[in-house]
């Protein structure tokens, strides 16, 4: 049983436009659209990684120290029965 090689003719229209849009993507993000919408964006993996490294986390981003996060805190069930507001 021997394979043919892979040859772009061999290959569906789908597949030929995901391969333009990888190449495509190493040269930045590809929008991908839906009736003039945008609905998925390209990326190379690198670009990828470049974006998520810079997420931080709510901690992160509200200073609180390294470890905050591990913390539990228990809040009580107020008994106090709701009143109205007075915006007098």
């Excluded at 990888?22 to 690198?46: M, N």
């Amino acid at each position: 049983m021997s394979s043919a090689p892979h040859s772009k003719a061999a290959l569906t229209p789908r597949r030929q436009a995901a391969l333009a849009g990888a190449e495509t993507a190493h040269d930045g993000p590809v929008i991908i659209t839906d009736r003039g919408k945008p609905v998925h964006v390209l990326l190379s993996y690198d670009e990828y990684l470049h974006i998520i490294g810079q997420q931080e986390s709510i901690v992160d981003q509200l200073g609180l120290p390294p470890g905050i996060e591990d913390v539990e805190v228990e809040f009580p069930r107020s008994r106090e029965l709701a009143q109205p507001a007075d915006f007098t």
